[in-house]
């Protein structure tokens, strides 16, 4: 079992940054892919950002590329999202996710282990 605990969330102006962090502890999550995802009031979970167990693997959704930056330090069992040129529509509260693959998934269903969100509130 791995638990995932997210921090770093709050309320920030557009133009502003953030930068999330999701701890792990339990079964040792270095050798999961691990993403984040994210969910705005009324509307679905969506994917955001996942890296490969070694970090050498990212990928993310369309609408953050070139402004969040994931990461992770498995010394630390611990994954990053740093989130720049914040803009209102990336209100959500924000969830970091584990997958038990060996490369990278947009796909929520694959992923096993889920924390319990932080929220992400971004005021023009």
């Known amino acids: 079992q791995v638990h995932l605990v997210e921090s770093g969330g709050g309320l920030v102006q557009a133009g502003g940054s953030l930068r999330l962090s999701c701890a792990a502890s339990?079964?040792?999550?270095?050798?999961?892919?691990m993403g984040w995802f994210r969910q705005a009031p009324g509307k679905e979970r969506e994917f955001v950002a996942v890296?490969?167990?070694?970090?050498?693997?990212?990928y993310y959704e369309d609408s953050v590329k070139g402004r969040f930056t994931i990461s992770r330090d498995n010394a630390k069992n611990t994954v990053y999202l740093q989130m720049n040129s914040l803009k209102p529509e990336d209100t959500a509260v924000y969830y970091c996710?584990?997958?038990?693959?060996?490369?990278?998934?947009?796909?929520?269903?694959?992923?096993?282990?889920w924390g319990q969100g932080t929220q992400v509130t971004v005021s023009s």
């Open positions: 339990g079964r040792t999550s270095s050798s999961y892919a």
């Open positions: 890296i490969s167990w070694n970090g050498e693997g990212t």
């Open positions: 996710a584990g997958a038990p693959i060996s490369g990278i998934t947009h796909d929520d269903k694959l992923y096993s282990y």
